[in-house]
């Protein structure tokens, strides 16, 4: 497996309040055999997080369409849990609606933010999305104290299925409180209650492994295969030898998955906008072949862009 990466498609201009920086977490939405709308999270100047979108042709996503001049959804009620800021994460056909759902943040004393998975609806193609609830679909419980992120959800047979971030502890490193998290496993009849039993998807590989972020899943064959982001626990911010790269994986169930990074088929460039990391894979099928749309350096700071699978 080889990914042959295409370039760089969008990175803001910056001439909004809302998206001084970043586009981060690329979500994409096949409209049509002629448009594919890609969803992403960019930054206003305080650094939170605001999600929009842009349009592009399909196949051929580096033409740009349109370009979305405003955010979609505004920031929770004070002490809710998405009044820091909103990154989207996973969009689903549900009839004529979509189910958008995205990660909510929320600041602390103790620890630099918490966050939760919220749902968004859209019954107009999803051009405007309305909040489900104030409150979160997947947030905190007994058995996972710390927070969820970011996730993947499809809808089989009338099974919801989502492969979320949790976060298993913090741990001060360097003086600064750091997240640990790995990508567990749930599953629903409606797509808003969610049965969490605790199953982790994809685990750490060792100690030295700090996080694993961002599934995308694709079911062919009868095998589940997923990609992710993975980075280390220490100086993934400022060492590009310990910073995000993705991994793979596959599955018969979608439950028990064995790791297979070394066939991911992609690392960073020898120079460039994707040099440094590589994260947030969002792949997609198309024209017998996949896409994957990926961030390259600093966490979205330059953008998103894709490649094409090679097998």
């Given at each position: 497996?080889?990914?042959?990466?295409?370039?760089?498609?969008?990175?803001?201009?910056?001439?909004?309040?809302?998206?001084?920086?970043?586009?981060?977490?690329?979500?994409?939405?096949?409209?049509?055999?002629?448009?594919?709308?890609?969803?992403?999270?960019?930054?206003?100047?305080?650094?939170?997080?605001?999600?929009?979108?842009?349009?592009?042709?399909?196949?051929?996503?580096?033409?740009?369409?349109?370009?979305?001049?405003?955010?979609?959804?505004?920031?929770?009620?004070?002490?809710?849990?998405?009044?820091?800021?909103?990154?989207?994460?996973?969009?689903?056909?549900?009839?004529?609606?979509?189910?958008?759902?995205?990660?909510?943040?929320?600041?602390?004393?103790?620890?630099?933010?918490?966050?939760?998975?919220?749902?968004?609806?859209?019954?107009?193609?999803?051009?405007?999305?309305?909040?489900?609830?104030?409150?979160?679909?997947?947030?905190?419980?007994?058995?996972?104290?710390?927070?969820?992120?970011?996730?993947?959800?499809?809808?089989?047979?009338?099974?919801?299925?989502?492969?979320?971030?949790?976060?298993?502890?913090?741990?001060?490193?360097?003086?600064?409180?750091?997240?640990?998290?790995?990508?567990?496993?749930?599953?629903?009849?409606?797509?808003?209650?969610?049965?969490?039993?605790?199953?982790?998807a994809i685990d750490y590989l060792n100690e030295s492994e700090g996080g694993i972020v961002s599934a995308s899943v694709?079911?062919?064959?009868?095998?589940?295969?997923?990609?992710?982001?993975?980075?280390?626990?220490?100086?993934?911010?400022?060492?590009?030898?310990?910073?995000?790269?993705?991994?793979?994986?596959?599955?018969?169930?979608?439950?028990?998955?064995?790791?297979?990074?070394?066939?991911?088929?992609?690392?960073?460039?020898?120079?460039?906008?994707?040099?440094?990391?590589?994260?947030?894979?969002?792949?997609?099928?198309?024209?017998?072949?996949?896409?994957?749309?990926?961030?390259?350096?600093?966490?979205?700071?330059?953008?998103?862009?894709?490649?094409?699978?090679?097998?």
């Amino acid at each position: 497996m080889r990914w042959i990466k295409k370039g760089l498609i969008y990175t803001p201009n910056a001439r909004y309040d809302w998206n001084k920086t970043h586009a981060q977490v690329p979500v994409v939405d096949m409209l049509d055999d002629k448009v594919w709308r890609i969803y992403y999270s960019s930054r206003n100047a305080l650094g939170q997080s605001n999600c929009s979108f842009i349009e592009v042709e399909a196949g051929n996503p580096t033409k740009i369409f349109y370009e979305h001049p405003e955010s979609i959804l505004p920031f929770g009620k004070l002490g809710t849990f998405d009044d820091c800021g909103i990154m989207p994460t996973s969009i689903v056909n549900v009839g004529t609606k979509k189910y958008l759902y995205y990660v909510g943040w929320t600041v602390r004393q103790t620890v630099p933010y918490h966050n939760s998975i919220g749902l968004a609806v859209s019954d107009d193609g999803g051009k405007t999305f309305a909040k489900m609830f104030e409150g979160p679909v997947v947030t905190t419980i007994h058995t996972e104290p710390y927070f969820n992120g970011t996730a993947y959800v499809i809808c089989q047979d009338n099974l919801w299925k989502m492969w979320y971030l949790s976060c298993t502890k913090w741990k001060v490193i360097n003086n600064k409180p750091e997240p640990f998290y790995n990508i567990k496993y749930a599953e629903s009849t409606n797509g808003i209650n969610w049965k969490r039993d605790g199953h982790v998807a994809i685990d750490y590989l060792n100690e030295s492994e700090g996080g694993i972020v961002s599934a995308s899943v694709i079911k062919e064959n009868g095998k589940y295969r997923m990609w992710y982001g993975r980075r280390s626990a220490i100086d993934y911010r400022t060492d590009k030898n310990q910073s995000y790269r993705i991994g793979y994986a596959e599955s018969m169930n979608g439950k028990d998955w064995s790791r297979k990074d070394a066939l991911a088929g992609i690392d960073v460039s020898p120079e460039g906008w994707d040099s440094e990391m590589i994260s947030y894979p969002c792949v997609i099928n198309y024209n017998r072949s996949k896409i994957m749309f990926y961030n390259g350096n600093g966490f979205g700071r330059t953008g998103f862009g894709y490649a094409i699978l090679e097998e």
